[in-house]
T-cell receptor, first 114, second 113 residues
């Protein structure tokens, strides 16, 4: 069966520090991968998606970046965190075949910026 | 602008009772509509996915309906359990050639003993 792992589960970082969140998927190959941010009281906001290794599309301008060094690995990074980067970050995957397949989410990383 | 509006924002019901959550959307062109359950501090989990031609779909005690003409969907929970306490998120997929989704803000359901 397929599983998705995100770590760390929680993270507290000072303003201006770097960030690296990692997501890995098991049990499937060549998935689409996504990074979302969920702010309190708001819907999920798509940050990045990837259809393959090294292929990253950004949905919103920000000081975050994403990379996909391996087929089932997706990394969210920042060189300098802002207070506004606080939130709940979710990684997700789905299959390429068919648009009526669900996205499968990890359990997220709660990021607090001090 | 593509939008998904959910109501109510929050809801408290007694264990064993039924409830219905609402979702209205303005997404176009429409591909499919999804309901997710999100427990506090966890990632969303898919409950149902309905395409344009489907007007009802069940998953255990969860039944989703879709009226593509009025652009409305509902999620009915039967015989609620304490474990149903969660946020329920309505998500609409665009027909834009990629898996692009518009998320509602969710309805927070609390099932009280």
């Amino acid at each position: 069966s397929q599983t998705i792992h995100q770590w760390p589960a929680t993270l507290v970082q000072p303003v201006g520090s770097p960030l690296s969140l990692e997501c890995t998927v098991e049990g499937t190959s060549n998935p689409n991968l996504y990074w979302y941010r969920q702010a309190a009281g708001r819907g999920l906001q798509l940050l990045f998606y990837s259809v393959g290794i090294g292929q990253i599309s950004s949905e919103v301008p920000q000081n975050l970046s994403a990379s996909r060094p391996q087929d089932r690995q997706f990394i969210l990074s920042s060189k300098k965190l802002l207070l506004s980067d606080s939130g709940f970050y979710l990684c997700a995957w789905d299959v390429k075949q068919g648009r009526s397949q669900p996205q499968h989410f990890g359990d997220g990383t709660r990021l607090s910026i001090l | 602008k593509n939008q998904v509006e959910q109501s109510p924002q929050s809801l408290i019901i007694l264990e064993g009772k039924n409830c219905t959550l609402q979702c209205n959307y303005t997404v176009s062109p429409f591909s499919n509509l999804r309901w997710y359950k999100q427990d506090t501090g966890r990632g969303p989990v898919s409950l149902t996915i309905m395409t344009f031609s489907e007007n009802t779909k069940s998953n255990g005690r969860y039944t989703a309906t879709l009226d593509a003409d009025t652009k409305q969907s509902s999620l009915h929970i039967t015989a609620s359990q304490l474990s149903d306490s969660a946020s329920y998120i309505c998500v609409v997929s665009w027909n834009s050639g990629y898996s692009t989704l518009t998320f509602g803000k969710g309805t927070m359901l609390l099932v009280s003993p």
